[in-house]
């Protein structure tokens, strides 16, 4: 998927299953929000472990720059990314499994010294910090994103201001 002004595609988000999809669809418009192209693909490090393969081994040929990878239960895909390329991986736990993806949280961020995953929280906060982690990252070297990300953090800032104009309001008229 190219968005904005034809940008190259540059983060490649790869999920376990379709069911992954409402989830790091999240990390999707937030990487839309920053000008950012994203590709998005269903693969399974247990099912497609080939395709699995191929498509972290030829990312970087494909001009992609880091990968997003999201699996329930015992979420391996990550680690199968970061095992077969030299690009930064981001891993998302989700919550699929009775465990409400604590197994996926754990296998995510217990990788062996050497394959290192860059891991978020679990689910739909995982997804939307995955991608403002893919853009801190890209913003080393693109003014435009690093612009980007100064305004996200301002526009945080503004909206916590906000919700404490309101809340001393509140408080000042509870008295």
Do not use: C, W
Not at 20 to 36: N, Q, R, Y
Not at 94 to 106: E, Q, V
Not at 155 to 161: F, I, M, P, T
Request: hydrophobic share 50%; proline share 4%.
């Amino acid at each position: 998927m190219t968005i904005g002004k034809a940008r190259v595609v540059v983060v490649g988000i790869v999920m376990g299953s379709d069911t992954d999809f409402p989830v790091m669809s999240e990390a999707g418009k937030t990487l839309e929000k920053f000008g950012i192209a994203y590709e998005m693909e269903v693969l399974s490090a247990h099912r497609t472990p080939a395709r699995a393969h191929e498509y972290s081994t030829t990312a970087a040929k494909r001009g992609l720059k880091i990968l997003i990878a999201a699996a329930g239960a015992a979420a391996h895909l990550a680690g199968v990314m970061a095992a077969s390329t030299t690009l930064p991986v981001i891993g998302v736990p989700m919550a699929t499994s009775a465990l409400n993806g604590l197994d996926a949280l754990l296998s995510t961020v217990q990788m062996p010294s050497g394959i290192p995953v860059a891991t978020m929280a679990i689910d739909k906060a995982g997804a939307v910090n995955a991608a403002i982690f893919a853009a801190q990252i890209l913003a080393l070297s693109d003014p435009e994103i690093a612009h980007k990300l100064v305004e996200h953090k301002e526009a945080l800032a503004h909206a916590v201001s906000e919700k404490n104009a309101r809340l001393q309001k509140q408080l000042s008229e509870n008295k």
